[in-house]
């Protein structure tokens, strides 16, 4: 079983949801990667998504774009980044890592070389923003081959046909986009996520996280309640730039505290 | 694939390995929503009779083809002749596509239109259909090509359009796009992205592609009128490369035809600083579309330099790599300084005064000139005029204002 399909077993038993937070690798120096990894998994993060930097991020808002530009200022590479996760991997075994980005950097890395070395690595799953289910068949599969989790995107705009696709390719864990526009936008409509998730959940036959738009405890508790995981990216990105220097892994951990908090509260009441 | 029987893309929007729709999942049904609107468009006569009375009548379509004698026997060897896209309503051949893509939001019910802009040309272009058909306009344009063309923005601005300025990235053309992107993807409900070129994901290469493909289409007639016979090669500069799809694509059959696209090498290929993605680029995805692409090793997308804002663009639409790749068309390069030449030249011996991109094409022509026979016909696309580059060029002679 891979570490994804372990880890929603494992919660699932305990009624309890996945947390996922994003940050982007290298960001806001490639020394404070590790530590923010580990201060996620110590605020109580089941899953980190990890960004890849790219110079092009158009699914994203201005806050992750800065993040992205900040690390690219450092030369992050995707290389780079696989062996930030190979060292945290030196000291935790168990926490998935799936990693987040734009394809190009995958490409100009060849994709068998990178299933190769992320699976090295220890990297459970890949989400390529711009890799939607038309475009990579070839990809998915050389990825499953690897034993890494091809993760997709479902949107509110998505029609069922997209859930089949999705279906068939992906593995791991759906992640639903919770409203129309890009990373760290407006705010959730948890009412229209409420009504979708069931029938998604039902098509695609796996589990289904809700992100875009989460920003706070309350925000995340609604949506544990209905979906089975929750992605924080944006807010996350925020505390480390306002955080005074030195405290951003601190103050990292503290903020999911309350998030994961509220989440169990919602789903174990 | 046999060129006589040419029917790329496919119906994914693929050219062979490029094209493609490589963008998020919250933009595909937007996607697809376009397409179906422009697949009933193009099979509905009564939109395409309105394409062609706003071409002839707004537009001011057929533009003629020019044939410049005085700088031909000047150059001393092929015979040069000119599509004069510049002639058009806004002064090049953007409005073409941006008339085609306006009708289209207008049956698709959407008020709002977006556009990205580098130098400003298709930001005007696209302000001026909005106008012209009623609709609120938002053009994203990078702050450091704000600061550098101020006229265009002040134009958008007198056509009612809001312009905004884009603070990311290295602030010029690709990061508007990104923005215009973001925008679109936010607002898809009421808005229609009108994209300037042949590139982003399907259907725009193909979209951008058939609605400037009436530049082709005319010279074929215009070319047997004047001359004779067909040219022996079509030449046209290549940036995102909408003016060189419109002329080389009813050409693409023609084999006897040589087309030649010209990218913009800038201070030069071995400087770094130039934007010929086909002839220096590699493989990879941006903007919607697998294509040649301007990246370093690890794959991020790399400033570009030329003095040519409209040239300015580390892709390519995906037709050319396709073309590039099956040995159809050539593709060369032109430096800076030699395309200001030929600027110059035109000016002075044709009384032509040419956009810099354009000028691109027309010194390649005048590179290729001299070393061919008297009776060979070189058919130029001169895509645009060029008040716009006042600026540019007087800057680079030491003048200012």
Redesign the interface.
């Known amino acids: 079983m891979s570490r994804i399909a372990a880890k929603f077993a494992e919660l699932k038993s305990q009624q309890r949801k996945a947390l996922i937070p994003f940050i982007t690798a290298g960001d806001p120096e490639p020394g404070q990667t590790l530590p923010l990894m580990r201060a996620l998994v110590d605020g109580g993060a089941d899953i980190i998504e990890l960004g890849v930097p790219?110079?092009?991020?158009?699914?994203d808002?201005?806050t992750i774009?800065r993040a992205s530009?900040r690390a690219?200022a450092y030369g992050i590479?995707?290389?780079i980044v696989m062996g930030m996760v190979r060292e945290f991997r030196k000291g935790d075994a168990t926490t998935p890592v799936v990693l987040m980005g734009?394809?190009?950097?995958?490409?100009?890395?060849g994709v068998e070389a990178f299933a190769a070395d992320a699976a090295a690595a220890g990297v459970d799953g890949v989400l390529i923003?711009?890799?939607?289910p038309?475009?990579c068949g070839e990809f998915s599969r050389v990825m499953k081959a690897a034993g890494i989790d091809p993760i997709?995107?479902?949107?509110p705009?998505?029609?069922e046909s997209?859930f089949t696709d999705v279906a068939q390719l992906g593995s791991g864990y759906i992640y639903y986009?919770s409203l129309?526009?890009?990373t760290g936008?407006a705010t959730i409509d948890t009412d229209e996520v409420a009504q979708r998730i069931p029938s998604i959940r039902a098509k695609v036959g796996m589990p289904v996280g809700v992100g875009f738009g989460i920003r706070d405890a309350a925000s995340a508790a609604r949506i544990a309640r209905v979906a089975d995981a929750v992605v924080i990216g944006s807010k996350i990105i925020e505390t480390i730039e306002q955080a005074p220097a030195g405290t951003a892994a601190e103050r990292v951990t503290a903020f999911l505290r309350q998030v994961r908090t509220a989440m169990d509260k919602e789903t174990r009441s | 694939m046999p060129v006589d029987q040419y029917n790329l893309p496919d119906d994914r929007g693929h050219f062979g390995q490029f094209g493609g729709i490589f963008v998020a999942e919250t933009l595909i049904p937007a996607l697809a929503e376009l397409k179906a609107a422009y697949e009933a468009a193009q099979n509905d006569p009564e939109f395409r009779a309105e394409f062609e009375y706003e071409l002839a009548h707004y537009v001011g379509r057929p533009s003629p083809i020019y044939h410049a004698k005085r700088w031909s026997n000047l150059l001393g060897g092929a015979q040069i002749y000119l599509k004069r896209e510049d002639l058009n309503h806004t002064g090049a051949h953007k409005i073409n596509n941006c008339i085609g893509q306006a009708m289209l939001a207008r049956r698709m019910s959407k008020p709002r239109v977006i556009a990205e802009t580098g130098a400003g040309q298709h930001g005007v272009a696209t302000a001026t259909v909005a106008a012209r058909y009623g609709m609120e306009c938002v053009v994203y344009m990078g702050s450091e090509d704000v600061k550098r063309q101020a006229a265009n923005v002040y134009r958008m601005k007198l056509l009612g359009a809001t312009v905004i300025p884009v603070e990311s990235g290295s602030k010029t053309l690709k990061d508007a796009l990104n923005e215009a992107m973001r925008d679109w993807v936010t607002n898809v409900g009421n808005t229609f992205y009108i994209i300037g070129t042949v590139a982003g994901p399907h259907p725009y290469p193909m979209m951008v592609r058939d609605f400037q493909s009436v530049i082709g289409r005319e010279c074929i007639p215009q070319m047997s009128a004047l001359a004779g016979r067909q040219p022996d090669q079509v030449i046209a500069c290549v940036g995102g490369g909408s003016n060189a799809m419109g002329i080389f694509y009813d050409y693409i059959p023609h084999t006897e035809v040589k087309l030649v696209g010209v990218e913009a090498a800038g201070h030069g290929i071995d400087s770094g600083k130039h934007a010929a993605s086909l002839t220096a680029g590699r493989p990879g995805v941006l903007h919607g579309n697998r294509t040649y692409l301007l990246q370093d090793a690890n794959g991020q997308i790399i400033e570009t330099h030329s003095i040519s804002a409209g040239l300015d663009y580390p892709g390519v639409g995906p037709e050319h790599a396709w073309l590039k790749d099956s040995g159809r068309a050539e593709y060369v390069t032109v430096t800076d300084d030699e395309a200001l030449a030929a600027f110059h030249d035109l000016c002075r011996y044709e009384g032509i005064i040419p956009a810099l991109e354009s000028s691109h094409a027309l010194a390649y022509a005048a590179r290729l000139a001299p070393t061919l026979a008297k009776d060979t016909i070189l058919l130029v696309s001169l895509s645009g005029r060029g008040d716009k580059d006042m600026h540019t060029v007087a800057e680079k002679s030491g003048i200012q204002f």
């Open positions: 790219f110079s092009d991020p158009m699914a808002g201005p774009q530009e690219l590479s995707l290389k734009y394809a190009n950097p995958v490409e100009a890395y923003v711009d890799y939607p038309e475009e997709f995107l479902l949107a705009t998505s029609v997209r986009v129309k526009g890009v936008a």
